[in-house]
């Protein structure tokens, strides 16, 4: 072994959501106080949940998908010349009957052994991912992540979690129950319909909501990056996204109008929009209106970080 690696352990850190799969790259100084060096942060959009979710299948076409993004990711782990591999799966794998066999097939395609963690461990490692991206401060807080398959909440402060669950409404549900026509505008009805149904099955949040007050809103995942694109004005790619950014209720507010009121189209033309996103993000931002509405909280920050930086945090403890 060469004297310049034997401080250095490269690890590769997987998330494979429901929509989007990550891969993050660093490289880990065995001394300590140093910090980790990023070589590669990427992602793809597989839209695991496409087509299936909802009849808990995975869908052949996410499912070929599926291998195809591993099969990348495992060239880049390769190049960078990586030994040890952690990969996570989360509400896709989680609920589908087909899961295990993706698992399966994950592993004798590319050997990368994929752990499917249970709702309230991702709400633990989404929590401190968070913190490593936005100081929480002493104050509750509300962390949002809006994945495909699920929804976590977790109230926490920059020391503890207070509370913390994780709720199958994902937004490629949420597109499949009520946006049965996507190349179209979102009406009224199904805004309705859709805050009508979170009102019943957000019931614990409510009630945890009332119990902890929380002050601010913290959104991790892709929704709120496209919400602090639009602000902005422009798309950014995953390495060019600040690891916090302030979303001021206004931008907010103009953008779930935005996204309200146009058609497929439109969407697709509206400044710093994924056309991955458009459909998910107007089921996402009723979803976002409604616990703004709940919480009575005005400020809202982004986190760039989430799943996979809890899963670094924990490793570098």
Not at 27 to 49: C, F, N, Q, Y
Request: with cysteine; hydrophobic share 40%.
């Amino acid at each position: 072994m060469h004297q310049t690696t034997s401080h250095h352990r490269r690890v590769a850190l997987i998330d494979m959501g429901t929509n989007t799969f990550h891969l993050l790259i660093v490289e880990m100084s065995t001394k300590p106080g140093d910090k980790p060096h990023i070589l590669l942060r990427t992602k793809a959009g597989v839209r695991l949940g496409e087509g299936g979710i909802s009849r808990g299948i995975i869908a052949p076409e996410p499912y070929a998908r599926a291998l195809h993004t591993l099969a990348g990711f495992k060239e880049e782990i390769e190049l960078h010349e990586v030994k040890e591999v952690r990969a996570t799966a989360t509400s896709a794998m989680r609920v589908t009957k087909n899961g295990p066999d993706l698992v399966r097939d994950i592993f004798e395609q590319t050997g990368i052994q994929v752990n499917v963690i249970p709702g309230e461990r991702e709400a633990e490692l989404i929590c401190e991912g968070v913190r490593q991206a936005v100081d929480l401060g002493t104050e509750q807080q509300l962390i949002v992540d809006i994945g495909g398959g699920s929804v976590e909440f977790i109230i926490a402060n920059q020391a503890t979690i207070f509370w913390k669950q994780s709720f199958e409404i994902g937004a490629q549900r949420l597109l499949d129950k009520f946006f049965p026509d996507p190349s179209g505008v979102f009406p009224a009805a199904a805004v309705a319909a859709e805050q009508e149904y979170l009102g019943s099955v957000l019931t614990p949040l409510i009630e945890a909501v009332q119990r902890y007050k929380p002050v601010g809103l913290v959104g991790a995942s892709g929704s709120f990056d496209s919400l602090a694109d639009m602000q902005l004005g422009q798309l950014r790619t995953e390495s060019q996204l600040p690891p916090s950014t302030e979303l001021a209720l206004e931008s907010f507010q103009s953008s779930y109008r935005h996204l309200l009121s146009g058609n497929h189209e439109q969407r697709l033309a509206l400044p710093g929009i994924l056309p991955m996103r458009a459909d998910m993000l107007v089921v996402a931002a009723v979803l976002i209106d409604y616990v703004l509405g709940i919480t009575e909280i005005t400020r809202i920050r982004t986190s760039a970080f989430a799943l996979k930086e809890g899963l670094l945090a924990e490793m570098l403890r």
